[in-house]
């Protein structure tokens, strides 16, 4: 069963788009059903944590608008947070999922039991992946992977206990 979810943001929970105004000042976009996922994930007693390669002020306001605590951003080496994280939880490989689209999340995905890229990912990532998802990065594939593993893992009904 996974207990843990690893997230890239940068083409995952956002389309991959950055946006600046006249001011330098940067824009992304973050979809609300993939919010409401991670958000149904932890009530269900479930971890998240982020693994991002750019630091960012937008998504540290979005991680704890959606309470999630472990935000790990400036990160190289993708695999080694991975690592720590599952030691300090005493998560086997087999208990953790993470979702990625580009080349600096292969190393990740090592440290995963099911990973899983969104259809728009890089073609290599993608031939790495277990699961290619039918949603592209922050149009839906966090929450197309959270409904994957909860249907998996034979938590559909719980999880929908909490809007019935």
Sequence with gaps: ?????????????TNG???YNHDL???KTFNIKDGLGLVLWQKLGKKVAVI???DSKITA??????GITDVFMGISDKALIASKIKEELHLKTSEVACIGDDL????MFKECGLSFAPSDASQWLQESADVVLKSPGGAGAVREMIEYILLKDGLKDEALG???
């Design 162 to 164: 909490f809007y019935q």
């Design 17 to 19: 788009e950055l946006i």
């Design 1 to 13: 069963m996974i207990e843990l979810i690893l997230l890239d943001v940068d083409g995952t929970l």
């Design 61 to 66: 306001f979005r991680m704890k608008e959606l």
């Design 104 to 107: 600096n999340d292969l190393a």
């Design 25 to 27: 000042i940067e824009s």
């Design 52 to 54: 991002s390669g750019r």
